[in-house]
């Protein structure tokens, strides 16, 4: 799956760099140019996406919510 055009003007492009695991939630923390985004996801989309440190992601803000898509 590719992204082709999505509504979020708040995207941060850059790349994961730590992830606490939790049983049901975990928090990534993606290093953009504009500092530290943390997200908080489920873990199993964590699994699904195959995120690990180094992996290239957008981060897409909306609210109070942080959203990512892998590259």
């Known amino acids: 799956m590719s992204i ?3 509504n979020v003007r708040n995207q941060f ?3 994961v760099k730590a ?3 939790g049983p049901v939630v975990s928090e990534v923390d993606v290093e ?3 500092g530290i985004v943390t997200s908080v996801i489920t ?4 699994r699904d996406l195959g995120l690990v440190p ?3 992601v957008v981060a897409l803000v909306k609210a109070t919510e942080v959203s990512i898509a892998k590259l």
């Open 4 to 6: 082709q055009a999505i």
């Open 13 to 15: 492009k850059g790349k």
């Open 19 to 21: 992830i606490i695991e």
């Open 32 to 34: 953009t140019p504009a």
């Open 43 to 46: 873990t199993r989309s964590i």
């Open 54 to 56: 180094g992996t290239e």
